[in-house]
Nanobody, 124 residues
Framework: QVQLVESGGGLVQAGGSLRLSCATSGRTFSSYTMAWFRQAPGKERDIVAVISRNSGRTYYAGSVKGRFTISRDDAKNTVILQMNSLKPEDTAVYYC?????????????????WGQGTQVTVSS
C-alpha cells in the first residue's frame, strides 16, 4: 500500500514562492498518476495539477497555469509542486493524491490514495 506524506507548506507573502513535496512509500510509485488538489475553508477540494505515470503529460487548473509546475522523480518516489507568484487566493490545504492507472482525473473521486495535507497561507 502506497502512503503519501506532504511537506513544504507555510506562510508566504503574495508574490512569493513555495515548494511542496509529496514523498511516497512503496515500490510502485512509477505506476501511479499523481496529482495535487487544494481545499479552502468551506469549499470543495479542487484539482491543481496532474502528472502522468511517465511524466509525458501534465495538466494545470487555469487559475495556476503559468505559475505552478508539477514534476516527479520516480527514483526518489517524490512528486513536487513548485508554486511561484503566489496570491492570497492560493491559500488552502494542499493534498497529494495518487491513482494506479493512466487516467489523469480532475476530480477527487478519481484518486484513491491521499496524503494528510499541508497548509499554504498567502498573505496580502
Amino acid at each position: 500500500q502506497v502512503q503519501l506524506v506532504e511537506s513544504g507548506g507555510g506562510l508566504v507573502q503574495a508574490g512569493g514562492s513555495l515548494r511542496l513535496s509529496c514523498a511516497t512509500s512503496g515500490r510502485t510509485f512509477s505506476s501511479y498518476t499523481m496529482a495535487w488538489f487544494r481545499q479552502a475553508p468551506g469549499k470543495e477540494r479542487d484539482i491543481v495539477a496532474v502528472i502522468s505515470r511517465n511524466s509525458g503529460r501534465t495538466y494545470y487548473a487555469g487559475s495556476v497555469k503559468g505559475r505552478f509546475t508539477i514534476s516527479r522523480d520516480d527514483a526518489k518516489n517524490t512528486v513536487i509542486l513548485q508554486m511561484n507568484s503566489l496570491k492570497p487566493e492560493d491559500t488552502a490545504v494542499y493534498y497529494c493524491a495518487a491513482n494506479g492507472g493512466w487516467t489523469m482525473g480532475l476530480s477527487a473521486r478519481d484518486y484513491d490514495l491521499w496524503g494528510q495535507g499541508t497548509q499554504v497561507t498567502v498573505s496580502s
